[in-house]
């Protein structure tokens, strides 16, 4: 099969589509005839030696792909076999993958491969944002950074739907309008010569946020904290900017602050899981949650999707089509 692989780490230069030896199914698994592969900041990161440093080289990157059930291994219902579905699968950037049956969500024909592939990771991500880490109810309001990016809009649509006020910070217009058509109900543009935490004690009457999502890190940390309200939560589940500084811990008294972290490869309390995902799947099909694609391009074109995220060129979900 064709994959996307890499032998040293660095820049998207080091991307290669190889030939590389089909996968097999084990038992518990099934073989994924991938269409479109998910591509995610944290595949970013690998790719430059910054996150799972220790996986051996050469590596197939990816975490989430969709396509059509070609096998299944032993002790997995052959029913599976060409059913449309999407799934956290590793090794996603190539023609096929594998994962544990227990991974799979079926799509319906209405929702496409490439809607799929964009679904779990940042859905998944998103889903356990609003309801298991920071758990906002109706009438309190919510700061989400990198609001038009692929958690952003997600985690967007998810908190408007517990009937909270959404805040949004973006980089440019573009992104500020795209967050505003997903249900921002106020947008700041960074490097707007305006002081984050003073708008936002603008927009919430001097009270600050109840809650803040961050996934950039070093930039926004001070920002993020400042434009708390008392008793109000940050939660930290990306660095796109680098880590953050140390938590001084005497900062938060004044008003009571909490400060937590997310991450979607935490063991999760049984169940919990299938339960995303299912309510995930179930709000996509029905309409009530849209994946924004921003960018599909080729698996041979891997190097340009890490490119384009990178430097914050993309809205929404990136994602590789593989024919």
Known sequence: MRAIRYHEVGGPEVLRLEEVPDPTPGPGEVLIRVKAAGVNFADTERRRGLYDATVPLPRILGSEAAG???????????????????AL???SYAELTTTPVGELLELPEQVSFEEGAGLLVQGLTAWHLIHTSSRPSSGQSV?????AG???????????????????????????????EHGADA???????????????????????DVVLDSIGASTWGASLASLAPF????????????PPPVEVEALYEKS????????????????????RAALGQALAQGQLRVKL???VPLAEAATAHQQLETRATVGKVVLRVD
């Open 68 to 86: 059509l059930v070609e096998r299944v291994g032993p002790g997995v219902d052959a029913s599976w076999v060409g059913r449309r579905v999407a």
């Open 89 to 91: 699968a590793s090794n």
């Open 143 to 147: 700061l989400i950074h990198a609001a």
């Open 150 to 180: 692929g958690v952003g809009l997600l985690t967007l649509q998810l908190a408007k739907q517990v009937g909270a006020r959404v805040l949004g910070t973006v980089s440019n217009g573009a992104k500020a309008e795209l967050a505003r």
């Open 187 to 209: 947008v700041f543009i960074h490097g707007a010569r305006r002081d984050l935490a003073d708008w936002v004690r603008r927009e919430t009457e001097g009270r600050g946020v």
């Open 232 to 243: 109000g939560q940050l939660v930290a589940y990306g660095n796109a900017s680098g880590p």
């Open 257 to 276: 602050l909490s400060v937590t972290a997310y991450w979607l490869r935490t063991p999760h309390p049984e169940g919990l899981q299938a339960r995303a």
């Open 294 to 296: 921003g960018l599909v």
